[in-house]
């Protein structure tokens, strides 16, 4: 627990730095107080043990979300506390807004995510920036003091919160622009109204820090797990460099190759053996952390939040989902997967059924067994006579009998006498079909054998196996029991696919400590990113790049996710187009990347690539350019005469 001086220094940064409020002081800080119950920066920061408890301050602001835990004295007002943690904010604004994710809740501000249509009073967008520049403030603080001490534990210290200060820039950056508040620790204590930068000031800054920074950061083998390191700072510049045009409108791919050439090469870190195992709640066991470059650590009894991994294994857990498989308390009911994500993760999907067609060797006579399950079931095109499985009377007594997959619980379908609609349909209900009835469904999905008697107007459905999808990529974690593929509802949790990537149970079957609160950890930064970066520097033209080499990591990857060879791409397969940005959903799916990554590649707004519910209708439609980045809150610019209101808000 951080002691009382530090909690008041933290308080009154927050107050003059972030909001600009106005403070009163007597005299100069660095003067002794005529009131003794005065704390000044000399009480905080007067042995090396004290600048490592804040310190320790500084880390926290990326886990927990105030003073106490898990809430009840907040950093931040005007919002709630639990929504205010650095991680949920910046998982909400990564992988909401994309294609990775739906949140069915309708709290103030959060349905905007789902449709790309936030505006500048969204409480959520008010949420990250004062998240960002509260551990901005508090940064300033430290620097501003460790600046005036020459002990070598202090500078390492220096260092790391640089390397945090630079972070929670970059997050702006990518975030909210280069037009946003621009504070160091050389700008006054109290009430001031920064100026704002721009986006080729800002990288440049951002860029600068982390190459002062990176040679006094420890190499990984020599850094406490869970605080910053070289390889961390090598990797934040490896994302800054990657993400260089769409930032400043300059490629910097030759940059992005060469640290990510360093973080492969002299970090250190290494692959784990087992992917689940880095989203479990002993994910900080060494032959897992040595693949985590710079986690957020969280844990169920010392750092108890509503936000971080906690919220999003909470809230991950619905339906027919069981809290207990997860080493939790209960279930949230609040994201899914849109159904083009689902595309992407089931490239590799095994499934014996997929697509299977009752056998007609004699031409006896048919009839058709259209419906919405049959694209998700290896039917093609959905409702389509067409293309739909037959039922066959072998006896030619209008007894039709075969089996029919369905991929999807709750999938609905009807028959037709043609493979086509132009002689009616049948429907029903209970067993009775009826000319242009209601439409049928299934319960579980799976194999079915089905019956028609079209003399008694009579149909039976009969489960012959159920069936899950079976993946031969171990990364694809969808769980699809009582879940429909299609979102016609945000709000209704069945809708959509759920994800069970994230868990609170260990590597070994148990639970965290604590089944109310997550003890794993957030990999902002882990290995398999650095191999993909470099990769995708290799694609797009950087100087040096070894299309061999790319190859073979994005390879390491897929055996590991396939336990084999089998899933082994070679360069052409490499080097078409979207296959990095697929890969890339593959392997860090709900890891608050994808926002980032579609801009990159010119696919997060407009309508070159449409989801479900983007721009706010079910298949999904072209949104404005200005969602490319989000608005300055209204509170920020009506406090701040200096700011300017991004584009398009």
């Known amino acids: ?49 004290d600048f490592e408890q804040v310190l320790a301050k500084l880390y926290a602001g990326f886990s927990v979300t105030g003073q106490q835990g898990p809430a009840g004295n907040a950093d931040i007002q005007g919002i709630d506390e639990g929504f205010s943690s650095y991680v949920r904010q910046l998982w909400v604004h990564q992988v909401l807004p994309s294609d990775e994710g739906v949140v069915a809740w309708n709290d103030p501000g959060l349905p905007d995510f789902n449709f790309q249509s936030w505006g500048s009073s969204n409480d959520f967008v008010m949420g990250m920036y004062s998240r960002i520049y509260y551990e901005i403030a508090l940064t300033n603080e430290f620097i501003r003091e460790a600046q005036k001490r020459d002990e070598a534990v202090i500078q390492q210290y220096l260092a790391e919160a640089r390397f945090l200060r630079a972070l929670s820039y970059w997050h702006g950056l990518d975030m909210f622009g280069g037009n946003i508040p621009f504070v160091t620790e050389d700008d006054p204590v109290g009430a001031y109204q920064p100026e704002p930068t721009n986006s080729e000031d800002l990288f440049a800054y951002i860029e600068s820090e982390l190459l002062d920074v990176a040679d006094e950061l420890p190499a990984a083998s020599a850094v406490e797990y869970g605080r910053a390191s070289r390889g961390a700072a090598w990797t934040l510049l490896t994302k800054l460099y990657l993400n260089s045009e769409v930032y400043t409108g300059t490629e910097r791919y030759d940059e992005a190759l060469t640290f990510a050439q360093n973080v492969i090469d002299q970090s250190g870190y290494q692959l784990a053996d087992n992917y689940d195992h880095l989203f479990m709640a002993d994910n900080d066991r060494p032959e897992v952390s040595r693949e985590i470059i710079f986690p957020v650590r969280f844990d169920g009894d010392n750092m108890q939040t509503f936000g971080g991994t906690n919220f999003i294994i909470h809230a991950q857990i619905g339906g027919n989902m069981s809290a207990g498989d997860f080493g939790m308390d209960g279930g949230w009911a609040g994201h899914r997967v849109t159904p083009q994500l689902v595309e992407i993760l089931n490239e590799n999907q095994v499934d014996p059924f997929q697509g299977i067609t009752t056998e007609n060797p004699d031409g006896d006579p048919e009839i058709y067994v259209p419906g919405g399950y049959q694209a998700a079931s290896g039917y093609t095109a959905d409702w389509t006579p067409a293309e739909a499985p037959p039922l066959v009377t072998d006896n030619q007594d209008d007894i039709y009998t075969g089996q029919v997959y369905f991929a999807t619980a709750g999938a609905e379908f009807k028959f037709t006498a043609e493979r086509n609609w132009n002689n009616g349909d049948w429907g029903g209900s209970n067993g009775t079909l009826v000319p242009g009835g209601s439409n049928l469904a299934i319960g579980d999905a799976g194999l079915y054998e089905i019956t028609v008697d079209l003399n008694a107007m009579t149909y039976t459905v009969s489960l012959l196996e159920a069936s899950a999808p079976e993946f031969a990529d171990s990364r694809t974690n969808i769980f699809t029991d009582g879940q429909t593929l299609e979102i016609e509802s945000v709000q209704d949790f069945n809708q959509g696919y759920t994800l069970t990537k994230w868990s609170n149970m260990t590597s070994t079957g148990q639970p965290g400590k604590n089944l109310a609160y997550a003890d794993t950890d957030f990999p902002m930064f882990r290995l398999a990113d650095v191999y993909l970066m470099y990769a995708e520097a290799t694609v797009r033209g950087a100087a040096g790049g070894d299309i061999n080499r790319a190859v073979n990591l994005v390879n390491d990857l897929r055996e590991r996710a396939y336990g084999n060879e089998s899933g082994n791409i070679t360069a052409t397969e490499l080097q078409q187009d979207n296959f990095i940005l697929d890969e890339r959903a593959r392997e860090l799916h709900w890891e608050a990347h994808r926002r980032t990554d579609l801009r990159r590649y010119g696919q997060f707004t407009g309508g070159d690539y449409v989801w479900s519910w983007k721009g706010e209708t079910q298949e999904g439609s072209a949104t404005p350019d200005h969602f490319q980045i989000f608005p300055i809150p209204s509170t920020d610019i009506n406090s701040n005469l200096n700011l300017t209101q991004n584009p398009g808000y």
């Open 1 to 49: 627990m951080l002691n009382t001086k530090f909690r008041i220094l933290a308080a009154f940064a927050l107050l003059a730095m972030v909001f600009g409020i106005a403070v009163s002081c007597t005299g100069d800080l660095s003067t002794t107080p005529i009131d003794d119950s005065i704390t000044t920066s000399a009480d905080v920061y007067e042995t090396p043990d």
